[in-house]
Structure formats: structure tokens, C-alpha cells
């Protein structure tokens, strides 16, 4: 399993930063200019996956960090729930909505795999070690 030493150099943070982006880059259209509420959520979800790992990491200890890790993949699932609104009202195509929601739900397996790792480690966090 990856190190935890800084938020960084986890992969799943690597995803959500890219999906962030990505999410920016479509809420950037003018499809969305008419949609200022969910432009702002989908703003909003997609950068607190990355946030939310980056919190939960700096935490320093295991338990914060799953708390954390729990919250972010709630934002992913969010943010999929927000792409199905963006696809209803005609804001994305059907294809966009499928890589988006595609790695969305990637994340949240990658998370749920770092949630698993925490729950079975003995380790209990950086915080402490003496």
C-alpha cells in the first residue's frame, strides 16, 4: 500500500485533483452559464474529494483519516448526482457524463480500498509514532 506520508504522492488524491479539473473545465462551458447553483455544486464536490483526502491525511492518525476518507467518497457520490443533472438537462453529452461518472466511481473504489487498508493496518498514524 502507497505511503501516506504527504497527501501528494497518494493516487487517489492524483484522480480527484485530475477529475477537478476536468469538472472545471465543463463547468467552464456556457451550457452551465444558465445553471450558476449547479455549476457552484459541482465546483464545490469535485474539489472536496481532493480537499477532504488532503484533510484526512494531515490529521495524522488513522481514525481521522477514514472519517475524512468517508466524507470524500460522499462527495464523489454527490458529484455523480450532479452529473445526472447535468445530463437531464442537456448541459453534457451522454459520453461526457460516462467518463466523468466513470472515474468518479473509480475514485470512490480507491477510497473505499484506502478505507479497508486503515480498518486492517495496525499502524495507528504518523502522529504516533515516538
Known amino acids: 500500500m502507497t505511503s501516506f506520508n504527504r497527501f501528494e504522492e497518494i493516487e487517489v488524491w492524483q484522480k480527484a485533483r485530475a477529475l477537478a479539473k476536468v469538472i472545471y473545465d465543463v463547468v467552464s462551458t456556457p451550457p452551465f452559464n444558465n445553471d450558476n447553483k449547479l455549476r457552484l455544486q459541482m465546483l464545490g464536490s469535485s474539489g472536496s474529494i481532493m480537499d477532504n483526502i488532503a484533510e484526512g491525511q494531515g490529521r495524522g ?38 467518463d466523468l461518472s466513470e472515474k468518479a466511481n473509480e475514485i470512490e473504489k480507491m477510497i473505499m480500498g484506502m478505507i479497508r487498508y486503515l480498518d486492517t493496518t495496525e499502524k495507528k498514524g504518523i502522529k504516533y509514532k515516538s
Open 61 to 98: 492518525g488513522n481514525k481521522e483519516f477514514k472519517q475524512f476518507l468517508w466524507i470524500a467518497k460522499g462527495s464523489s457520490t454527490e458529484l455523480r448526482s450532479q452529473l445526472y443533472r447535468s445530463l437531464d438537462r442537456n448541459f453534457i453529452e451522454e459520453q461526457t457524463f460516462n
